[in-house]
């Protein structure tokens, strides 16, 4: 008799969950011409765009910490978090915005996103969209010649399985 362990064919026996995780993940929209917009509602239509914010979410403090990060790259400033954190708070003030996902550690996990997607770096315990340029500059050097060929390659790779098999 065996007390308190587990036959290795019991576990075998037991179903396996994978998880279906991404390598990368890009959402795309398109909206229309950025013609008249004010300066938030511009910032915002772009993180919409670009899946940083979901259509009819009310969580958008994204669309503020990105929009202190163009603000400081217009005046070539780096931003620590706790300045990017104080800026949202302004902004979201100035908007009339009700002061919701301002959290230092939300702020922070904004700017990772930013990082994630190429548009923002870190240089020592500052952030700066990437080296104060332009972003259709990196959208053309990072996103559209690196990420989005990777992707695209990859999925023909399972048209082409999947037109071998059915």
Request: glycine share 4%.
């Amino acid at each position: 008799m065996v007390f308190g362990c587990i036959k290795m064919a019991e576990i075998a026996k037991k179903p396996t969950k994978t998880r279906d995780t991404p390598l990368m993940e890009v959402t795309l929209r398109r909206y229309e011409k950025p013609i008249g917009l004010e300066d938030r509602e511009l910032v915002r239509k772009f993180c919409l765009g670009v899946g940083l914010l979901q259509p009819g979410d009310s969580r958008d403090v994204v669309v503020d910490v990105l929009m202190a990060m163009l603000l400081a790259k217009k005046e070539k400033t780096m931003l620590s978090s706790e300045e990017i954190n104080e800026k949202v708070i302004d902004l979201r003030k100035k908007y009339n915005l009700a002061q919701l996902g301002i959290a230092p550690s939300n702020v922070r996990r904004q700017i990772k996103r930013l990082r994630e997607l190429l548009l923002v770096e870190k240089v020592k315990s500052s952030y700066r969209i990437i080296e104060f340029g332009t972003l259709s500059t990196h959208y053309d050097e990072k996103f559209s010649q690196f990420l989005l060929p990777t992707i695209v390659t990859r999925i023909k790779e399972y048209f082409g399985e999947m037109d071998t098999r059915f």
